[in-house]
């Protein structure tokens, strides 16, 4: 079963994730990567993800006395996971629950990767915007107003250029803030047409009763209303993990395979 | 729980419903999200003018009618000529430390009076075998692999799939196949890795079983020394312009074959609709040199050299320990190349050549090395000074231009190496898979070759 | 001519675009949405390739190269 990749993994990070989780998500081509390296250093080291051929890296840095755990997650146009690499990206944003999540995105190409950062906003609050490679923007003679970018999507947003290491500091000042001071961040919502969005508010109140919190119920909503069978089966693979030995919800497994 | 069972069915029935209504949820899901990121980038982006980019005008060169392809092919063969010309005098120095440094480790044996077959096994073998695969592979891949990644990080490699993606559509493959086959010049394993760039498992197959077709590291040191010999029995003259042009030719094969293989492949075993085919074209961007050179030394050059002094040291022992043990007067390794010579024959080679072939599974870059110890019948691996001895020596074996012909052609179509077969199990999470991996390579090698033999052979070439 | 909606891989080159719709189904419709050719958006055909195949499109600020195969998939307007 495919959960089995991810637990596998999960428990791996649990082993010694020091303070806190992060996860780095972004486009391909963003210099995610960069922005990994520039905050490791050398102290990471790559692998397989479990039963899938997907690399991820982790590593770790320090800041303000408190450890903290990166975790690379592949580049991703999206978390409506139409690839493994996405698949990988969206489960471990969902199910991980990582304590923040970045996301780096291209300065220059900021409304192509800002379908992203919103699509991780629908998941996770504890979200945080690098926005890098504002040099090149400034060469394309772009100017972007990143606090008015702020207000806008109602988390922090952080200008940088990686490879340079400019930003960096604020970056972990800002992920240490989020983390840690707990920096109050509330999105902006995504609103959806008429038929979408009173389909939610028909299906939300059941969907909570049933995640008990442990997911966002909007998320896991859209999600069931989407039906895209691959979310569905970890959705519940996830409830299920809440409330083990339950026998009878194997059953219940099946119906939803059906469906998809 | 009755209440999840339950609970799920009645909510997944509505959403059904809902489904049924709008058509498809998940194009106003994604168009809705879309729309609210190009409302937010315009509220907070000002763009002056925007001014005919730089990167357009490079793109109209680089992927031009008529410059895009030589241009292509000049970049190819520049990293070759700065990786075999850049990577001689290296070599050179690194073979002279180590093998400088097997006396003093003689020596000290001697000193603690060790019994003559530890120092043969440990000395001789395993170590003469470690010192030959460091010197031989590590100054090309450390020149090969930065500049690989250059151009990966400059952003020009997409560019190429983008050129080439037509082709490989024909033969029912992925245009991202030749940035694999691209780095499988540096090394096979790293280029059945690369395959992970290709998102549909049928594509990435086919890219994984064909990469061998490309010669990698390993290889081009034994196909450069062969095509100086080839030209040099046919001709006998050396002429580097000819054997450069020689090996260019056995490159160019190389690809043809994987374009054939493929094709075949997705006719046959991996049938199927060919998957989407979406590649970006990043924007150009100069590289940080230094993070570059750090990034591609650590995780590629000694990565894949560090997987090939795992399997070359076993070999070694091995190698010294079939050649060192006689039985009536004649070592293993002639056994051995004695019950191989018909079938040796059969395809223009030797029994010795294919048992080189076998031997050097570990690493392709000990075949000439146990070729060389097997007609001396001396028990360790040495260097020839020159191409010329060589060629000498191999005359003396009885070689043919046909001979050294079909060396190139086996050694650039034959098996992988056991490195790669190990990558392409990894990756496949299959023994079918490796074991075709395998067989395709091998089956092509001994008809090409065989094929070839025999047409010479009836033409009275030979 | 103008209003004349028609696939994607006859755009000429240089030329502007609106996406009227994704025709195809499954995974391969959800990877073309996800990269942005969603009804209403503006594309521009770049380059071919020398080949001639593939093109390359701007959509959304990144340039994407499309097979003749999903580009006849896509509907769209001339809009410049």
Redo the contacts between chains.
């Keep these: 079963m495919q959960v089995t990749g991810l637990q596998e993994f999960l428990e791996r990070i649990e082993e010694n994730k020091g303070d806190a989780v992060i996860a780095l998500a972004g486009n ?2 963003t210099g995610k990567s ?1 922005v990994f ?1 520039s905050l490791t250093g050398l102290n990471q080291h ?1 692998g397989n993800w479990p039963g899938k ?3 991820f890296a982790k590593g770790s840095y320090r800041y303000k006395k408190k450890n903290i755990t990166l975790v690379d997650l592949p580049g991703a ?2 978390l ?1 996971a ?4 996405e698949q990988v990206a969206r489960d471990f944003i969902c199910f991980g629950k990582p304590d923040a999540t970045v996301v780096v995105v291209d300065a ?5 990767n ?2 992203l ?3 991780v906003m629908e998941i996770t609050p504890q979200t945080i915007l690098c926005v890098n490679l504002i040099d ?1 923007a400034k060469r ?7 606090s ?2 702020a207000d ?2 109602g988390v922090p947003v952080i200008p940088t250029v990686a ?1 340079d290491k400019v930003g960096l500091l604020d970056l972990k000042e800002s992920i240490h803030r989020v983390v840690f001071e707990k920096q109050l961040l509330q999105p ?1 919502r ?4 008429k ?2 969005e009173s ?1 939610i508010e ?2 939300q109140e ?2 909570e ?2 995640v008990h919190g442990s997911l966002n119920s909007r998320w896991v ?2 999600r ?5 069978p691959t979310i ?1 089966r970890e959705i ?1 693979n996830h ?2 993990r809440m ?1 083990p030995g ?1 026998q ?2 194997k ?2 497994l099946k ?2 395979e059906d ?1 998809g | ?5 339950v ?6 029935s ?3 419903k ?2 049924w ?2 058509g498809s ?2 194009e ?3 168009k ?3 729309e ?3 409302e ?2 315009e ?9 005919e ?1 730089l990167d357009r005008k490079i793109d109209n060169i680089v992927t031009s009618k008529i410059l895009g392809y030589p241009l292509m092919i000049a970049l190819l063969g520049l990293v070759f000529w700065l990786t075999i010309s850049g990577a001689n005098l290296p070599s050179q120095i690194l073979a002279d430390l180590l093998f400088g440094f097997q006396h003093r480790l003689t020596t000290f044996f001697h000193w603690i009076s060790a019994p003559e077959w530890l120092h043969g096994v440990l000395v001789l073998g395993l170590y003469r075998c470690l010192a030959w695969v460091v010197s031989v592979m590590l100054p090309p891949m450390a020149i090969f692999f930065p500049l690989f990644t250059f151009l990966e990080d400059l ?1 020009y490699l997409p560019r190429v799939a983008f050129n080439l993606d037509k082709l490989f559509k024909r033969a029912g493959a992925h245009g991202k196949q030749i940035l694999t086959m691209c780095m499988g010049f540096g090394c096979n394993a790293a280029g059945v890795i690369a395959c ?1 760039i290709i ?1 549909s498992p049928r594509e990435r197959l086919i890219a994984i079983l064909t990469n061998n077709f490309v010669p990698c590291n390993g290889r081009f040191p034994t196909l450069i020394a062969m095509a100086a010999v080839f030209l040099g029995i046919l001709v006998s003259k050396e002429s580097n312009l000819l054997a450069s042009a020689l090996v260019a030719g056995v490159v160019v094969l190389g690809v043809f074959i994987t374009l054939l293989v493929s094709w075949i492949l997705s006719k046959t075993v991996l049938k199927g609709v060919p998957s989407t085919f979406t590649l ?1 074209l ?2 150009y ?1 100069w590289p ?1 040199i230094g ?1 570059l050179l750090i ?1 591609s030394v650590l ?1 590629r050059t000694l990565f894949v050299l560090m997987r090939a002094v795992i399997v070359a040291a076993p070999a070694g022992v091995v190698i010294w320990t079939l050649a060192n043990i006689e039985v009536a007067n004649l070592s293993i390794i002639g056994y051995l190349a004695g019950w191989l010579q018909g079938f040796g024959r059969l395809i223009g080679l030797d029994g010795y050549i294919i048992l080189a072939f076998i031997l050097g599974l570990p690493a392709n870059e000990i075949v000439i090395p146990i070729l060389i110890m097997s007609y001396l019948s001396q028990g360790t691996m040495l260097e020839l000074d020159s191409i010329e001895a060589l060629r000498q020596l191999l005359i003396a074996n009885g070689w043919t231009w046909l001979t050294a012909l079909n060396m190139i052609l086996f050694s650039l179509l034959h098996f992988p190496c056991a490195t790669t077969l190990l990558t392409i199990r990894r ?1 496949t999470q299959s023994i079918r898979w490796t074991w075709l991996a395998a067989l395709i390579p091998t089956t092509v090698a001994v008809v090409v070759c065989f094929l070839l033999a025999q047409t010479a052979r009836v033409l009275g070439l030979v | 001519m103008l209003d004349q909606v028609f696939a994607l891989t006859y755009l000429p080159i240089g030329r502007k675009a609106q996406v009227i719709k994704v025709g195809t189904e499954g ?1 391969i419709r ?2 073309l949405l ?3 050719f969603v009804p209403s958006a503006i594309v521009e055909a770049i380059r071919k390739s020398p080949a001639g195949d593939p093109i390359a499109y701007r ?4 340039v994407i190269a499309l097979r003749s195969e999903e580009s006849r998939q896509i509907q769209v307007r001339v809009v410049d």
């Design positions: 391909p081509n960069t390296n790559t051929t997907v690399v146009y999206s409506l139409n690839s493994a690499d220059t190409c900021l409304e192509r800002l379908n950062a919103l699509q090149e394309k003679k772009m100017a972007i107003d990143f008015k970018l806008l999507l490879r902006r995504i609103v959806y047409n038929v979408i389909a028909k299906i059941e969907v009763v049933l909503a859209l069931l209303l989407d039906g895209d569905i519940f409830l299920q409330d339950d009878q919800s059953r219940a119906v939803v469906c | 729980m009755d209440s999840l069972e609970g799920l069915n009645q909510i997944l509505k959403a059904q809902v489904r209504q709008v949820v998940r106003v899901i994604v809705s999200i879309y609210q990121a190009q937010i980038t509220k907070v982006v000002t763009t002056k003018e925007a001014e980019d952003g992970r998102e970006e990043p924007p961007r940080k993070t990034r995780d990756e | 995974l959800n990877r996800d990269l942005g959509i959304r600020g990144a």
